[in-house]
């Protein structure tokens, strides 16, 4: 259950990521480096997430 939540954690995390990376790419230049330090940690996480599900915390096959 807690590996389920933290891996919920970092996807919810990476939306949010997601949206101000946006944000900050529609800033142009003034906004690069916080776009580049937004992308790195978006990487950071899905690297996180994909950790996460290939050591079978979250399964689509798990039997409650």
């Keep these: 259950m807690q590996e389920t939540c933290d891996l919920l ?15 900050q790419l529609q800033g142009g230049a003034r906004e690069i480096t916080k776009a580049a330090q937004s992308l790195n940690e ?8 994909m950790c996460l599900a290939e050591n079978g ?8």
């Design 9 to 23: 954690r970092h996807i919810i995390r990476m939306m949010y990521l997601s949206k101000r990376l946006h944000s």
């Design 42 to 49: 978006l990487g950071t996480n899905y690297c996180l997430c």
């Design 57 to 64: 915390c979250f399964s689509l096959n798990a039997k409650f």
